[in-house]
């Protein structure tokens, strides 16, 4: 084996390695002239390893050109593969091209339920004055919900006609009807003076018509303080009807009884359509009935331990459905409950 030959062996496996890469039409095609230029058994290949035959003192000078060859067709492969791969991802992107200026689809825009936002306008008022956000659990124990509430074992709440007990007649566990027992709670678990709002679940076994639901929501008011008086129940009320409301309106107290006040009311606003002349929504009374309250029981602050010379209070208690159906002149409050669509994007953005 001459140099001349091995010179000669090494250009022809160049130009035909060239020459095939040139031909190739696809990605396919170019792995195959990759094959016969650069694989074991290519002219370049073969002519590297007779590289061996030639006298040492030629070898290195082949050698680099072997080299040389070998760079060549390899750039001339990397060079090809990468018009294939700029090729195939213009059409791909042609393919999948989005016009990003066509509009989008809208996602369906949610609101907040009209009872939760009845809550949440009672709580921003009651924040205002300095009061807290307490809670209490749904499942609640006799001895919080009627014992220290003051109704004795024969009250009818207690029977199981009115209540959800958890385990059967006699359990002292029930689905509590009222948010009063967190009244306790809170009591029971700090010192006065106490200002907190309690918004909350509560269940009746009711049958649901108009007025009525079984499962619904309330919202109860605690003040205990050194000094409370029904004064201060009174103008406490008479700002929340008037926030709700209008701030023309009158409010008034009208005698009635609750187990866990001492004297009792209830709190009636004047009609906020027809300011009191009579209408359809106050049944021609000039009065809507809103809440129940009074000054707290001094046998609650004896159960929580509180010292009865010094610490006077208020409570109040009221169903939140009632007070989203008369802000929203909803007619039945079944609807509040219903989870209808029609009905519910009705209160997009009102307050
Ligand atoms: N819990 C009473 C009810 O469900 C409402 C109520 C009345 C709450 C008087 C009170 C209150 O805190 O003082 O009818």
Redesign the pocket.
């Known amino acids: 084996m001459t140099q001349a030959d091995l010179r000669t062996r090494l250009e022809e496996a160049r130009a035909s390695g060239l020459h095939h890469i040139a031909r190739a039409q696809d990605l396919a095609s170019l792995e195959e002239a990759q094959v016969r230029a650069l694989g074991r058994k290519a002219a370049l290949s073969r002519a590297r390893s007779d590289l061996r035959q030639v006298p040492p003192e030629d070898r290195k000078e082949l050698g680099r050109l072997a080299n040389e060859v070998h760079a060549e067709l390899e750039a001339a492969i990397a060079a090809k593969r990468a018009t294939f791969q700029a090729a195939f991802m213009e059409k791909r992107w042609e393919r999948e091209r989005i016009d990003v200026t066509l509009p989008g689809d809208a996602p369906p825009v949610a609101s907040i339920h009209p009872l939760t936002k009845t809550i949440s306008a009672f709580v921003d008022i009651f924040v205002g004055l300095g009061y807290k956000v307490a809670e209490g659990p749904e499942i609640e124990l006799s001895r919080y919900i009627f014992d220290a509430l003051n109704m004795p074992p024969a009250h009818p709440a207690r029977s199981p006609e009115q209540t959800f007990f958890v385990g059967g007649r006699g359990v002292d566990v029930c689905l509590r ?4 027992p967190v ?1 306790v709670r809170t009591m029971e678990s700090q010192q006065p003076p106490v200002y907190v709002v309690v918004p909350g679940r ?1 269940y009746r076994r009711d049958t649901a018509d108009a007025t009525h639901v079984a499962g619904f929501a ?1 919202i ?3 003040a205990v303080d050194e000094g409370i008086t029904m004064g201060d129940l009174k103008g406490t009320l008479e700002l929340f009807a008037r926030s709700f409301f209008g701030d023309e309106l009158d409010i008034r107290l009208r005698p009635h009884f ?1 187990p ?2 001492e004297p ?1 009311a209830e709190l009636d606003v004047q009609c906020f359509v027809c300011k009191g002349s009579g209408c359809r929504l106050c049944k021609h009374e000039g009065w809507i009935e809103l ?4 000054m ?1 029981d001094p046998a609650l602050l004896e159960w929580v331990g509180y010292d009865t010379e010094r610490y006077t209070g ?6 939140v459905e009632r007070l989203a159906a008369l802000s929203h002149r909803i007619s039945d409050i079944r609807l509040l409950w219903g989870n209808d669509l029609r009905f519910l994007t009705q209160f997009r953005g009102s307050g």
């Open positions: 009807t009222e948010t009063s009244q509560c309330q109860e008011g605690l609750f866990f006040t009792s809440l129940g309250c009074g707290v208020f409570a109040f208690g009221m169903g």
